[in-house]
């Protein structure tokens, strides 16, 4: 760990003093910039409130002795309308770029319901701009714009004059590895026919290596060369789709030249197109247990009789007091749906799925799921949920298939008989035969899972990752050297 020889306690609290100094400073200024803003014309009130944002993050910086190196200055013109487009290693990253950048940058952000409401606040009177970056987004966030409109108004905002700082990724580097870059910033540049500025943000793994801790340092922030786009525009927020592949495949390239080996994923340079990534699904990329809340909604709705609702929570019970069998539970539970047509109970988890399931995906998997696929790797799902839902998560994902638990048709509806449980060996023994016969490298590929029971297919994976694991599966990951991942909110 980077704090092996620092006290971790000190992280911590070096950690709450930094984010607590700066809403104390944006709290205290704030009656001061809604009144004076009242003496300044509309258009100019969010260049005030840039300004003052810049100052407040440059001295809670130097108070807290995070000093910021800037290297090739001459690459960026503080004059011009151009797009920075930096990595995004941490939540400083914003902070940092604006207080070198200046008030005449507007920021790009994910929406505004993940942001404190002070911050929001502020955000929202610097004319910050905000986009739903996905379905996930799309479903537990309202403030903020779709991703043409937010193309659209970062357009206009550079032809009115202003700079723009946009972090392509679209989302944090959470395990300090580099995200796979999205196609908005060549949007952005190809419909305003302005260049581009990549930007290496470098050192802030050092600064927070972990979530909560922070330690006083320097961080390394390094401008490229301007890249300009290619000279053709269908529309406003309509582009050749071949002209904004390259532009995006430049700026990564051009990134990623900027920043040290070690934000690079092990893979970045792999030609090894036969590889998988294995995923569990409940208490992984989804935050809880999908068919119980599945259940829960269906009970709700009226679609399942109470008493088979109850016999289920009943029988969860006498599994916890080591009464029941888990494989036995599964058994008895996925009874309850002997009789349901194919159909409306495919429909019925599809609507469930869009309306509520969606909402508890655990947020922070996401990009990292999404790297893979645009690396090239197969996506596989290997859940003990029911195949109609499980299949939701791999449509969501966009996965290669989906190894599940299976239950018996007849004449077009459900018996309730399970002729397939996926779970603990069962699992390792699909892993296998799928990946034997699609040709997949199990020693190259890469699995993540959150319980001792998914260890047999684990162990069958090169590179294991472990979700907010319980003690058993802990001591096996210690054991194994499996990366452990605390946090994927």
Request: charged share 25%; with cysteine; hydrophobic share 40%.
């Given at each position: ?170 989302h944090i580097e959470n395990y300090h590895e580099l995200h796979y ?309």
């Amino acid at each position: 760990m980077l704090y092996k020889n620092k006290s971790k306690l000190v992280g911590i609290l070096h950690y709450i003093s930094f984010f607590t100094g700066l809403a104390i400073m944006l709290t205290v200024f704030l009656p001061y910039m809604i009144i004076t803003e009242k003496f300044l014309a509309k258009k100019k009130r969010s260049y005030y409130w840039r300004k003052m944002a810049a100052w407040i993050v440059k001295s809670v910086l130097f108070l807290h002795e995070i000093d910021v190196k800037i290297k090739n200055p001459n690459n960026f013109a503080l004059d011009e309308s151009v797009i920075y487009a930096p990595n995004h290693g941490s939540e400083l990253d914003g902070f940092i770029m604006l207080s070198i950048i200046g008030p005449k940058a507007v920021l790009f952000t994910m929406p505004f319901d993940h942001f404190p409401g002070l911050l929001k606040f502020w955000l929202k009177r610097m004319n910050t701009i905000a986009v739903l970056r996905d379905a996930v987004d799309i479903a537990n966030s309202q403030d903020a714009l779709s991703p043409k409109k937010a193309i659209a108004q970062s357009i206009k905002m550079l032809e009115d004059g202003h700079s723009l700082i946009i972090f392509p990724e679209g989302h944090i580097e959470n395990y300090h590895e580099l995200h796979y870059f999205h196609t908005g910033t060549a949007r952005i540049s190809l419909g305003s026919q302005l260049p581009t500025v990549p930007v290496g943000i470098a050192n802030t793994d050092k600064i927070i290596p972990e979530n909560h801790i922070m330690w006083p340092g320097t961080i390394t922030v390094t401008f490229g060369k301007k890249m300009y786009p290619i000279k053709e525009k269908l529309s406003l927020t309509e582009f050749n789709p071949d002209n904004v592949r390259i532009l995006r495949t430049l700026l990564e390239k051009a990134v990623v030249n900027l920043l040290p080996s070690r934000y690079l994923p092990k893979y970045y340079f792999s030609q090894n197109k036969h590889i998988g990534l294995f995923v569990d699904i409940d208490n992984t990329v989804y935050d809880g247990y999908s068919q119980q809340d599945l259940i829960k909604y269906l009970l709700w709705l009226h679609k399942i009789k109470a008493r088979d609702a109850f016999k289920i929570f009943y029988w969860l019970y006498l599994e916890k007091a080591g009464r029941l069998r888990h494989t036995d539970l599964m058994k008895k539970a996925l009874w309850v749906l002997h009789g349901w047509d194919v159909g409306e109970l495919h429909h019925e988890i599809h609507k469930t799925f869009d309306e509520k399931l969606i909402k508890n995906i655990n947020y922070g998997l996401l990009p990292m799921l999404k790297d893979h696929t645009e690396a090239g790797h197969k996506l596989i799902f290997v859940s003990e949920i029911i195949h109609p839902l499980a299949k939701e998560f791999q449509h969501l994902f966009q996965g290669k298939a989906s190894l599940d638990t299976l239950m018996e048709q007849k004449t077009h509806h459900y018996t309730g008989k399970v002729t397939r449980l996926c779970y603990c060996q069962e699992k390792a023994n699909l892993l296998q035969h799928f990946a034997h016969k699609n040709n997949i490298d199990l020693r190259n590929s890469y699995a993540l899972a959150d319980s001792a029971a998914d260890a047999p297919f684990l162990e069958k994976v090169g590179n294991v990752m472990v979700v907010k694991p319980g003690d058993e599966l802990r001591r096996k990951a210690k054991h194994y050297r499996w990366k452990i991942l605390e946090d994927v909110s």
